[in-house]
């Protein structure tokens, strides 16, 4: 019957109360063994990732990144029996499979290193005492604490605290955060707003909430500017091959040539056009550079953040842990009427939980003064803590003494305080002065206050707390300036604190409250956040509009950030960066998780991504210039005098010897812009043009003499032409490279020998006549020379060039 039946819903949460009512009790938490038992039995708390069948992988890449033309050609060269040619191609195949497979696979095992640097942390009672323990090893059973910003890491049902508040958008839709209580169930990737209890944990991986929904949560893939550019010109590349290619197939179909061999030819010349490397390009270089960034402490969450930070042009950085060292210090105590240093001190005590290891309240826990408040510790007990909220901003604790006497301390932002106790105007004017005070010598100022039985708040007095600026923010400043970068800093602490600060690190001092813009219409309001120095008062929630502003005028922002409130504007910014200590909602926000204090962490990071911005920029005008060198050459020559300068495999060898060492290139040697990096498609189309004209003068110029005084036969000449195009195309590397002379920046290893290698396989290939047409050492040796004449004339114009851009002098130092 209905009535008797179980659904499997009904059976899980049966099971969860079985669950709770055997474990709540218990405060000791599991044992390592139980947790290891229980793994055995639930698995490990992950949601694994649907991979591809390496075997399907390998065979996509076979079955090329050309879709179609290149195994058109290869079925064609069987057809007419050109078996040559179809070894060379199939080999081409085989290679770019293995290649473009292990690139992948290298990429993916950089992300799969990055993601594990990045992994969720829990709070777990093991064994009797509390540790921190990778999310993923969660079992249910455990006993796990939640506060303020944390993600949640498994389905909870919740045993201990108040309440909470978590955001359970990503999951549910819901925009607005929900209240959790005791028994209520918190899921999984929800994120803390505020509160903090204890949970038992009740579901893992794919049993939790998030893991029967994560395909549908899964964040939409985003593609940078620079991706967008450089698919751009694929495309224009693309389309520029299939029409030339086109016209010269037409004609050849008119002149009444073979059929078959013209499709072959017409392919295989589409296929040496079109820039096959370049999704192995972007990979690897993405990857080699999310590597280094992780050897820095700068760990990638969304690969494409490397690409936009090297156009970062407007640094928004938080002050507390970036600029200043977030070693809070105990400076000055001024009690009220009727209190002593020693109550204002010992009230502050009370209202601070060491466990929670907040900065502000080791800060006054540890400081010196309070060592002698030990003893009187000893005879209160805190019946009630309720942690700080960035919206009520206090704690507050519920005290009973030895004599059974409750009251409430709390201790917060000084008008908070001040409209808790109700104080009076005189004592507001008071707190106004001290708190300027203070400002001006860089303290950030604290109220503490205490309740009687019957909830009667007074102000006990005030705390001053610094945090002083790091010894390298000064000169890590300094060269971020030089590098083009506004450096702009954001706090939540008194005009006046950031105005010291910012003199002490030597930062210009306009500093703008958040009254200034956020009332202002979007046009006035987005000169006066560009004009600002920096931003002082200011709440999480203002950055969002600070970065929205600064993005409105052009600028390529990004924004630093710690807290659950930052997020929005992490994610906002054109990079968001995590700074050291952020909480888990930050880190899954950000682009860019920094694992260690400071700003010079970022500053590097900021270098490392304008050196792959290069390496991705030098490899594109290459492209455009072998493209325009080889294709322009091949169908002139066709169109033109009738003739076929190279064959449809050395074509394909061509693409092949190419290929190779150009992948090389995320290893070179570049030095750093002086300047945010900017998609300069002029410069870059103005180069290439000229580069792959140059190129075309010497082809036709070699082709002239080989076919007049030299008076070669046809197969000895395209054997000519063949290798001339591999040794100048892989010259060309070394001319695109740089900005000064081929000499300035030392060339990387890899990309240097690789193409030594390559020029060495060309040369034996029509020396020894290796699938082509020998022409011996003699002829080889004239290709060389004549080559190496055109790469110095190539590097002597690509310098004048620049000269003519730059308007200023040649410049060795990009």
């Keep these: 019957m209905a009535g008797q039946e179980i659904t499997t819903e009904e059976a899980r949460d049966r099971s969860i109360d079985d669950l709770f009512e055997t474990l709540s009790s218990r405060r000791e938490g599991l044992t390592q063994s139980e947790a290891q038992n229980r793994v055995q039995r639930y698995g490990h708390n992950e949601i694994p990732e649907r991979k591809e069948n390496p075997i399907i992988k390998f065979l996509r890449y076979f079955w090329g990144p050309i879709p179609w033309m290149i195994e058109a050609a290869l079925i064609i060269s069987a057809v007419i029996q050109r078996w040559e ?51 993923r090893e969660l079992v249910p059973g455990d006993i796990v604490r939640v506060r303020l910003g944390d993600v949640v890491p498994a389905d909870l049902k919740f045993i201990e605290g108040d309440y909470l508040s978590a955001d359970e958008s990503a999951l549910t839709g819901e925009s607005l955060p929900v209240d959790k209580h005791l028994s209520d169930v918190g899921y999984s990737g929800s994120v803390v707003k505020q509160g903090e209890m204890t949970g038992l944990v009740v579901s893992t991986g794919l049993n939790t909430f998030f893991g029967k929904t994560a395909r549908l949560a899964q964040e939409a893939a985003t593609v940078s500017h620079f991706q967008k550019a450089v698919i751009k010109i694929g495309d224009y590349l693309i389309v520029l091959a299939i029409a030339l290619v086109s016209i010269t197939f037409i004609v050849s179909i008119f002149r009444q040539e073979n059929l078959l061999e013209t499709l072959q030819f017409a392919l295989v010349l589409i296929v040496a056009a079109i820039p096959a490397a370049m999704p192995a390009v972007l990979s690897i270089t993405m990857a080699v550079g999310a590597v280094a960034l ?164 007074s102000y006990a007095g005030v705390l001053g707390l610094y945090d002083p600026p790091r010894d390298d923010s000064a000169a890590t400043i300094k060269t971020a300036q030089e590098m083009g970068l506004d450096i702009k800093m954001v706090t939540g602490d008194h005009v006046a604190i950031a105005k010291e600060i910012a003199r002490e690190v030597e930062l210009k001092s306009d500093i703008a409250t958040a009254d200034a813009f956020l009332k202002e219409h979007d046009t006035e309001a987005g000169e006066i956040v560009e004009k600002a120095d920096g931003f002082a008062e200011v709440f999480p929630e203002h950055k969002y509009r600070i970065v929205s502003l600064l993005q409105s005028r052009g600028h390529i922002v990004g924004m630093t950030g710690d807290g659950v409130n930052d997020a929005p504007a992490l994610k906002k910014a054109d990079v968001g960066i995590a700074v050291a200590g952020a909480t888990d909602a930050a880190k899954s926000a950000a682009s860019i998780v920094i694992t260690k204090p400071g700003l010079s962490v970022i500053i590097d990071a900021i270098k490392e991504s304008r050196k792959i911005f290069q390496r991705m920029n030098h490899y594109v005008i290459y492209r455009i210039t072998e493209t325009i060198r080889v294709l322009f050459f091949v169908t002139l020559s066709i169109l033109l005098f009738n003739f076929f300068p190279i064959t449809a495999l050395m074509i394909v060898l061509l693409a092949l ?45 070699l082709l002239y003499l080989a076919v007049g005084p030299l008076a070669l036969s046809l197969p000895v000449i395209q054997s000519l032409v063949f290798l001339k195009l591999a040794v100048a195309g892989h010259l060309t590397i070394f001319v695109t490279r740089t900005r000064g002379p081929f000499w300035s920046i030392r060339p990387g290893s890899a990309l240097l020998w690789s193409a030594i290698v390559t020029k060495i396989i060309a040369t034996l290939i029509v020396v020894y006549g290796i699938f082509v047409t020998p022409i011996g050492w003699y002829l080889a040796g004239f290709v060389w020379l004549y080559a190496l004449i055109g790469f110095l004339v190539m590097d002597f114009i690509k310098v004048r060039t620049y000269n003519v851009i730059d308007h200023s002098g040649i410049r060795f130092s990009r």
């Design 85 to 135: 040619d179809f070894a060379i191609i199939s080999s081409l195949l085989l290679i770019n499979a293995i290649v473009g497979f292990w690139q992948e696979r290298q990429a993916g095992n950089a992300i799969e290193m990055l993601r594990e640097r990045l992994a969720l942390e829990a709070r777990v009672l093991r064994d009797g005492t509390w540790q921190k323990l990778p999310a």
């Design 294 to 457: 992780a050897r820095k402490e700068a760990i990638v969450s969304k690969l494409v953040a490397i690409e936009e930070m090297a156009g970062v042009d407007i640094l928004c950085s938080d002050k507390t842990g970036t600029i200043t060292e977030n070693r809070l210090t105990l400076s000055d105590i001024v009690p009220f009427e009727g209190v002593s240093k020693e109550d204002v001190l010992l009230d502050a005590v009370l209202a601070s939980r060491e466990e929670d290891q907040d900065p502000i309240d080791m800060a006054i826990i540890t400081s010196e003064q309070s060592k002698d408040q030990q003893k009187k510790l000893a005879a209160y007990k805190v019946l009630n803590f309720k942690p700080f909220d960035p919206v009520v901003k206090r704690t507050e604790a519920a005290i009973e003494d030895a004599d059974g006497n409750r009251f409430k301390v709390a201790k917060g932002a000084p008008q908070v305080i001040l409209k808790l106790t109700g104080g009076s105007r005189g004592l507001e004017e008071r707190i106004d002065e001290l708190s300027t005070t203070f400002a001006k010598k860089g303290f950030r100022m604290l109220g503490v206050a205490r309740s009687n039985a019957d909830d009667a708040w």
């Design 657 to 701: 010897l190419n290929d190779i060492p150009i992948m090389t290139i995320a290893y070179d040697n570049v030095v750093y812009s002086k300047s945010p990096e900017k998609w300069k498609m002029r410069e870059i189309l103005t180069l290439s043009t000229i580069f792959g004209f140059v190129g075309l003068v010497f082809s036709f110029a």
